[in-house]
Nanobody, 116 residues
Framework: QAQLVESGGGLVQPGGSLRLSCAAS????????MNWYRQAPGEERELVAR????????NYADSVKGRFTISRDNAKNTVYLQLNSLKPEDTGVYYC?????????WGKGTLVTVSS
């Protein structure tokens, strides 16, 4: 059974950095694109970043371009999201996601709070 477990969230001041991790298990991680979403309080969940499976090409939401970096380690079945120059509006729960055979698998999320 596919499983995703996020970690690395926390409280950080504006301008600070965090590194989120998502450990995957139960499926062939290396062949699937991986996604990071976030959901701010009272808002809909939005796609933040995506990374392809083989060429590691990436896409980002306009709101995070130049500040966030998605990466993956296929040997460790892990995808990362480096968050730099954090702003209060980056606050939210960050979720790891994979879509396989029209089934979407989500982790439980990790909370990022950006506040002074």
């Amino acid at each position: 059974q596919a499983q995703l477990v996020e970690s690395g969230g926390g409280l950080v001041q504006p301008g600070g950095s965090l590194r989120l991790s998502c450990a995957a298990s139960g499926f062939r991680f290396s062949i699937y694109p991986m996604n990071w979403y976030r959901q701010a309080p009272g808002e809909e969940r939005e796609l933040v970043a995506r990374i392809a499976s083989h060429d590691f090409s990436t896409n980002y939401a306009d709101s995070v371009k130049g500040r966030f970096t998605i990466s993956r380690d296929n040997a460790k079945n892990t995808v990362y999201l480096q968050l730099n120059s954090l702003k209060p509006e980056d606050t939210g729960v960050y979720y790891c996601n994979v879509n396989r055979f029209n089934i979407s698998t989500w982790g439980k999320g990790t909370l990022v709070t950006v506040s002074s």
